[in-house]
């Protein structure tokens, strides 16, 4: 019992399961899965696919938080990202070739890895704090994006493409299987090789690794890579769920509910030790929220509040450090009290 | 207290004692520092002296013990407490804010009033006052980045007169001020000390604390040696109290060791004119195969940064290493590594054990780090390697499981000497592998690497215990002020001679 009250896991997931039992009490139809034509429905499906986007930034964020870095582009990429495959759709003579749409996104997401490199060369390379590297992109990324489009939201009308966001595949939506295929991909790499625990070793400590002749350079630099090329997949979803680019709109503060959702799944900021289980539940826990709010009928006016109040809550009730501060606090104080009287005596 | 001829103490520090989990980092240490006097505070890395400074200033809380200023007893919560007792200090690196100009550092907190607002004139006026009675002509409204380090140093102590500074602590006040810099600092102290200022002065430069103290406390192992007036202590004897001369049960390691080196052949590393300005004088080295060279020399003589250079883990801007007779390129540890050499450094914290990471992913760490992030080694391997080394370097707690963080000083610096030897490198250099931690760890270490060189590895070992380096080497590399002055055969070589050569050799004049 113990051994899975002190999992890393437990709390967030607790916080997740509470979250689905609030809303199936409140409605018993939330989870309630119903199947139409062999295709899965109901407010859970829906939460699966539309954290897709969010669960690829949130894996790559993970990846780069991991060698203590921060990648603030992300959501720039995913509108640079979508705005090139909708440009070379739209541009093409038959947008509703699978093959036009499969090097739409292909160009894209090859973009979106050079937008990733670029990072990774600030950071790793010219030794840029990563919060400022990223940030010149979140700024002049969506600008790219702005100029690539002409400055007008490209729409399409092109069957191939509004799959990715809407269709479905062996009865689950394809969005879903995206991240699903992206969280499994990655969970391998990082664990059948030696990448995650030297990753973890760079995030720990960056000198102790390069004095044990750790590539930290490069293990910088293809975290910023795998980031930016996850955002690219997540901006050809949001494109495809709209079916347009939206170099405006696309993947806005997205960077931030991604860093929320590695905050939530366990994995420090301090870099380290990283947990792609722990950020897949952060996503879904933040994913459940906003359906959640959606499914009880929560004022727009109040949603943000509604929001705010309920991360805090799983925030402070996971925080090991909070835990431990108020037992070191409370010994503390007792021992204050002690050396107090001690003192007397003397 | 007698009525003597002597001034109270300002400092008073009795049976201090502070202990950090599994080391006793002060034992029952008494210090006194009385108004009027510049007193050098002497130890060897890990003798306690920053930890005695920082009980001073507040930093840290005393486990037993009791500090009195001026008479009152004190108990420092806060490094803000000590500043309203009276006790400043003047750190290595300035802690002042280099975007505000001279005078806003000098005052900051203390700025003239007038009204609701501050009169900047009567401010930079008052700043002024205060540095020129340091001898110091500056424009008080240029910003202190434009200064050098030198005068940033003065400009602090300027700011430690105005919180009206009784004690005034200098922790390394001069390793990186040139001569002339450090005579215009050291006029400074002096001047303080004869207005009555009590002035700790700490600094690894042996000339320089002759040059200024009038007492010397030391400290070894976190014990109080001994407290002396500066024309009782020569520099040898001071050295010798550093160092200690500890008896322990390891004469079998000296027998070992003490055998006959072929240096005919190849030697397996050769650097040559290997130096950094500003870092180390160039310098020479040769290992042959089997062979332990011990580099002996004080704190900050260049004895690490000489390894560093030869392991890529800085670059040097001159001079070149050949492996086996070959040249070879060392700009980044992983190109020594590949050329099978390894160093363990002397900062396990901060630049050996991975924290977070397990024992035994700590240990895989240099062998995987080797095999690139690819080839993960396999689990079944990993575990045979660590399980290896556990039970040979007798890593406790064995288990390869715990996070490494969590284990003592001893037991880290075991973990860390098997990440390297399972690298199988050629030649190792273990920078402090013994410092700070107990006697039966630094046993096993010993008893390992003598075995290990029997075998033919070559090894570089530094310590600042000589009896240690004496024991260990066959051949003994001295170091003083960032320079190499000479190389001793161990085995005609006493304590005694070692300690002399530290300290007087070339230095026609000196002792």
Known sequence: ????????????????????????????????????????????????????PLMLVALGMT????????????????????AVALTIIDGSDDPGNVGTVLIACVVAVLVSLVLGAWNGFLVSVVGIQPIIATLVLMLAGRGVALLITGGFITTVNSEPFAFIASGYLFALPFAFLIGLVAIIVLSLVERRTALGVLTEAVGINPEASRLAGVRSRSIIWGAYMVSGMLAGIAGLIYASNIKAADANAAGVFIELYAILAVVLGGTSLNGGKFSIAGTVVGVLIIQTLESTILFLGVSSAQSPVFFAVVVVIVVIVQSSRLRDGLAALSTRLRSRSEADEKVEVA | MTADIEVPPIVEMRGITIRFPGVLALDNVDFTLRPGEVHSLMGENGAGKSTLIKALTGVYAIDSGSIAVAGERQTFDTAADAQEAGISTVYQEVNLCTNLTVGENVMLGHEKRRGTGIDWKATHREAARHLDSLGLQLDTRSMLSNHSI?????????????????????????????????????????????????????????????????????????????????????????????????????????????????????????????????????????????????????????????????YGADRADEGSVEVHGEHARLHQPRHAIEHRISLSSENRREEGVVADLTVAENIVLGMQARQGWLKKIPKKDQDAVVQEYIEALGVRPANPNALVGNLSGGNQQKVLLARWLATAPELLVLDEPTRGIDVGAKADIQRKVAELSAQGLSVIFISSELEEVLRMAQRVVVLRDRKKIGEL?????????????IANAGEGTAA
């Open chain 1, 1 to 52: 019992m113990t051994a899975i009250y002190k999992h890393r896991l437990f709390w967030p997931i607790v916080a997740l399961l509470t979250l689905i039992v609030v809303n199936a009490v409140a409605r018993p139809q939330f989870i309630k899965i119903t199947m139409r034509d062999g295709e899965l429905y109901g407010p859970l499906i829906s939460i699966l696919r539309e954290s897709a």
């Open chain 1, 63 to 82: 990846i780069v938080i991991a060698t203590r870095g921060i990648d603030l582009s992300v959501g720039a990429t995913m509108a640079v990202s979508g």
């Open chain 2, 150 to 310: 030198a005068i940033q140093q003065l400009v602090a102590i300027s700011r430690a007169m105005v919180l009206d500074a009784k004690v005034l602590i200098l922790d390394e006040p001069t390793s990186s001020l040139d001569r002339g810099e450090v005579e215009q600092l050291f006029g400074v102290i002096r001047d303080l000390r004869d207005k009555g200022v009590a002035i700790l002065f700490v600094s690894h430069f042996l000339d320089q604390v002759y040059e200024i103290s009038d007492r010397i406390t030391v400290l070894r192992n976190g014990t109080l040696v001994g407290e002396y007036p500066i024309e009782e202590l020569p520099r040898d004897a001071l050295v010798t109290k550093m160092i200690g001369r500890e008896l322990e049960d390891l004469a079998a390691i000296a027998n070992s060791s003490h055998r006959s080196i072929d240096r005919t052949g190849t030697p397996v590393v050769k650097a040559t004119g290997l130096g950094k300005r500003g870092v180390l004088e160039p310098a020479d080295l040769e290992i042959y195969e089997g062979e332990v060279v011990g580099i002996a020399g004080l704190l900050g003589s260049g004895r690490t940064e000489l390894v560093r250079l030869l």
């Open chain 2, 489 to 501: 055969e161990a085995a005609t070589t006493d304590l005694d001679a070692l300690i002399d050569y």
